[in-house]
């Protein structure tokens, strides 16, 4: 690993700094010029900036309460720095496979765990500093990423993240909306196993009165656009990579291999970086001559589902499916049936 040391005052609580300062003059700037300037944002009402304010005026207290930063400096010389990067989700996407996958690149650093910093209330009350703390410790040239599923579809994200970072790298990465419904419901399900609590059959989630539920959660995540509406308010498109979740589990590497152009990243993974595991029945990965695949807990089979109910799916999805290719330009192999 090449020896660039942090600066004496390390970069991450510069940036810190500068970012809290930043959150709270935008913040400001927004109140009086924000029709002006940012049309396309939205109309953020009173209600909405106020509380925007005293959340930023608070992560400003918080992240000012002590002068000393020094448990984020290693004696090595690195340092903890805000993530320049987050993989936003979504939720069963395969958002793992894409933080492990990318983290072979040497210039990147990985948070292990999910933060949720900015959809927890409790964390988020803490403020950058605590963030900060979340964070693995990495060198200046190094890009810090974290990874929270759950960003995706939780409507306050988008504004909090841009208050942090406007020119944030977001990596998005989707899979098709039906089986992410029957994957999301497969983890639930392992989740109260686990505890030895019941869980009812995935029919019972997703009928009701004999028609599709569609208040069924897990069926409102993959409503990619509706989410993805609430990003583009604050994002533009192209500061959003989306990773086709069903291509990165069929073959990896040309999908990380646009990861990497995105992030600016030299390219330095390769596809001898991946390797099928036929007892797995996923690609798993190598590393210095080292193989590892992912937790178990990644790749379950789904429940067997009835087909007419999986058609209704389908079906369910066509029109969101066809709002979310509109609105990032791009199509995706996705099911979509239609009754004809
Ligand atoms: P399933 O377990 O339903 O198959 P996340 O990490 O966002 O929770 O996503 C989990 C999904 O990642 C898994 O869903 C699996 O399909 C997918 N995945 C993609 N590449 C994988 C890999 N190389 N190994 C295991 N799972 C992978």
């Not at 959150?23 to 109140?31: C, I, N, S, V």
């Not at 990619?224 to 990896?252: A, C, E, S, T």
Request: charged residues 25%.
């Amino acid at each position: 690993m090449e020896n660039t040391l942090c600066p004496i005052t390390c970069w991450s609580e510069t940036r810190l700094r500068t970012s809290v300062m930043a959150a709270f003059l935008l913040g400001a700037a927004l109140l009086i010029v924000q029709p002006q300037i940012v049309p396309s944002r939205p109309a953020i009402n009173s209600k909405a900036e106020a509380s925007s304010q005293s959340v930023q005026r608070e992560l400003l207290t918080k992240t000012s309460q002590k002068n000393d930063f020094k448990e984020n400096i290693h004696s090595n010389g690195s340092c903890r720095q805000l993530p320049q990067t987050i993989i936003i989700g979504v939720r069963k996407g395969g958002t793992r496979a894409l933080l492990e996958m990318l983290s072979l690149h040497p210039d990147i650093a990985a948070a292990e765990s999910e933060v949720h910093f900015f959809d927890w209330e409790d964390h988020y009350r803490n403020g950058l500093r605590w963030y900060i703390n979340q964070m693995p410790f990495s060198y200046p040239r190094q890009i810090t990423v974290e990874k929270t599923p759950a960003y995706f579809t939780s409507p306050k994200v988008p504004e909090r993240v841009y208050n942090m970072n406007q020119s944030m790298r977001l990596l998005l990465i989707l899979r098709d909306p039906s089986e992410r419904v029957l994957s999301d419901y497969t983890q639930v399900f392992y989740n109260h196993m686990q505890k030895h609590k019941p869980y009812p059959s995935i029919e019972q989630f997703l009928i009701k009165d004999g028609e599709l539920n569609v208040d069924y959660k897990a069926i409102n995540r993959s409503l990619y656009y509706l989410h993805m509406q609430n990003w583009l308010k604050y994002f533009p498109l192209d500061r959003i990579h989306i990773v086709d979740g069903d291509k990165l589990i069929k073959d990896p590497f040309p999908e990380i291999e646009k990861v990497e152009r995105f992030l600016k990243l030299s390219p330095q993974i390769n596809a001898s970086n991946f390797y099928f595991n036929k007892t797995k029945g996923f690609y798993c990965l190598r590393d210095s001559g080292r193989e590892r695949c992912l937790h178990e807990s990644k790749g379950r089979a789904h429940p067997q589902v009835d087909t007419r109910l999986l058609e209704k799916l389908h079906e369910y999805f066509h029109e969101p499916n066809k709002k979310f290719f509109e609105l990032v330009g791009r199509t995706f192999d996705w099911h979509s049936f239609v009754a004809s």
